[in-house]
């Protein structure tokens, strides 16, 4: 057995080969829990159990450092899923118990309850049915504690389509059903009616109106409740901002459901054009009615973006105004220039791309559990804003991408704006994207860069093999060489990496 310690603070006791963890091992973390278990170059292969800093343990099989087969994670306070893995996540047919009581066993699909299953509520409630993306969606039967039962179709959660509502009393509601709620007796003709009118009213327009004048014309997709948005705002609520900032009228959801892939990707607003957020939720901010209507904010200023830490954002909303560099936030530190922006140059920076906004030199990671799903996630947080035209210069990017193209609407030589005018910008919106994780970011990029360093060693053991055949007097050759290593080894994953989490 050897032992070895990491930079990082971690220690590994085990069998090691090639200077990798291969065989049998245990590999202590620095910030708290263990993996113990099968190894294979380095990545936890085989069976294995892994104990979290936070209490959570999983036992099963791994591949690649990821949940792979079958395994049981049991959550520290006290639920349980026993099933089938793929890549990290619940896939396959597997029994969740969450510590409240609920159970769930079937299909699942990426983490979400996807197919047939039953979920039994702690109150002896059931649903036994089809799911989509973790939604009673298809036909399923559902109990009520009181005796109740509908049996039917249903969309996103509600009943919907054709159904029968059987109440306690022995009353039946036969009929179709829109968002919980019934229409009338079914009729096949009707029902395809309605689908049409949906499809042909994909844009909805919104006015507001002040003192008998219309002054804002939204044309935007209509949101219903969505999960995501349910998610989306547990999050805001977890931040612990005042509730004031917040204006509900103006959230929208960007997830495929309330978004349709057939929608546009870019919108014409204003004078300019700007890239729509997909996957993205925006959580509605409280703006001045009267400054909306003086500077006629939503028919004249334009979309942008502008990606920002959760303190700098707080500030933001707290004082009404943009930060420059230099300015002290609400927790005391001063906000500083991000390194690739010119020194002693202070600027606020604005995109019209979330693509660009929310890299991570912008966009900070966050980990956040969801105590609703009992989930961890990892979130980012975009202010989406109107930005008043000709107030600002159009730069190109300064996140190290290089021929990298961040987003295809908006080349890489236009698609940083920067502006020292605060009053120029106003946020209407805070994005939220979520994605669901298993282990800390952490864990991911370390991961990430072994694989890269082994690559990276291959090609280099490629290019001294090259270099040989060349004669010591070609320089022109030699040079070709040198340069397209050099291209290539720039183009790893691991380098863009290292740009982003040292900016």
Not at 8 to 24: A, P, Q, S, T, V
Not at 60 to 69: A, I, L, Q, T
Not at 263 to 278: F, H, L, Q, S
Not at 445 to 453: A, D, K, N, S, W
Request: charged share 25%.
């Amino acid at each position: 057995m050897v032992v070895k310690k990491f930079p990082n603070g971690d220690r590994y006791e085990g069998d090691l080969e090639d200077e990798m963890k291969n065989g049998e091992g245990t590999l202590y973390y620095a910030h708290g829990g263990k993996y113990e278990g099968k190894w294979t170059d380095d990545l936890r292969n085989g069976y294995g159990v892994n104990t979290w800093a936070n209490g959570n343990r999983y036992e099963g099989n791994w591949k690649d450092n990821k949940k792979h087969g079958k395994g049981t994670l049991f959550y520290a306070n006290g639920g349980k899923y026993v099933g089938e893995w793929e890549d990290n996540m619940r896939s396959g047919q597997g029994e969740n118990t969450w510590a409240n009581g609920n159970r769930y066993e079937g299909s699942w699909a990426d983490n979400h309850r996807h197919g047939q299953g039953t979920f039994t509520y702690a109150d002896r409630g059931k649903y036994v049915g089809e799911w989509v993306n973790g939604m009673r969606h298809g036909h399923g039967i559902n109990t009520w504690l009181n005796g109740d039962r509908y049996d039917g179709l249903w969309r996103y959660n509600r009943k919907h389509g054709k159904g029968t509502f059987y109440h306690a009393d022995g009353t039946k509601e036969i009929g179709v059903w829109t968002k919980d709620k019934l229409d009338g007796q079914p009729n096949d003709t009707t029902e395809n009616e309605n689908e049409k009118a949906v499809s042909k009213n994909q844009i909805q327009i919104k006015g507001f109106w002040l003192n008998g004048q219309s002054f804002i014309i939204v044309l935007m997709p209509k949101s219903s409740e969505c999960p995501y948005l349910t998610l989306a705002r547990e999050f805001c609520i977890s931040l612990k901002w005042e509730k004031p900032f917040f204006d509900r009228n103006n959230d929208h959801c960007y997830c495929n459901h309330c978004y349709l892939k057939s929608w546009n990707d870019v919108i014409e607003t204003g004078e300019g054009k700007y890239v729509i957020p997909r996957g993205w939720v925006r959580l509605g901010l409280h703006i001045d009615p009267v400054f909306m209507k003086t500077h006629d904010i939503w028919n004249k200023w334009i979309v942008t973006f502008h990606g920002t830490t959760k303190i700098a954002a707080q500030s933001i909303l707290t004082h009404r105004q943009f930060c420059l560099p230099g300015d002290v936030l609400i927790d005391g530190t001063k906000l500083g220039i991000r390194p690739g922006h010119i020194p002693n140059q202070k600027f606020i920076y604005t995109s019209p791309t979330i693509a660009y906004s929310s890299s991570l030199a912008y966009s900070p990671i966050y980990d956040f559990h969801s105590t609703e799903n009992n989930t961890d996630y990892q979130t980012q947080i975009v202010l989406q804003c109107r930005q008043m035209p000709d107030s600002f210069k159009i730069g190109p990017e300064t996140i190290g991408a290089g021929n990298n193209q961040i987003c295809p609407h908006i080349p890489n030589s236009k698609i940083e704006y920067f502006t020292d005018r605060r009053a120029t910008l106003l946020a209407y919106g805070i994005l939220v994207s979520r994605h669901q994780v298993a282990e800390r970011n952490r864990d991911n990029v370390r991961i990430e860069f072994t694989r890269q360093l082994n690559k990276i060693k291959v090609r280099y053991d490629d290019f001294t093999t090259e270099l040989s055949k060349i004669r010591g007097n070609d320089i022109k050759q030699l040079s070709v060489k040198i340069e397209q290593f050099k291209q290539e080894i720039h183009q790893t994953t691991i380098i863009r990496m290292i740009n982003y989490f040292t900016t």
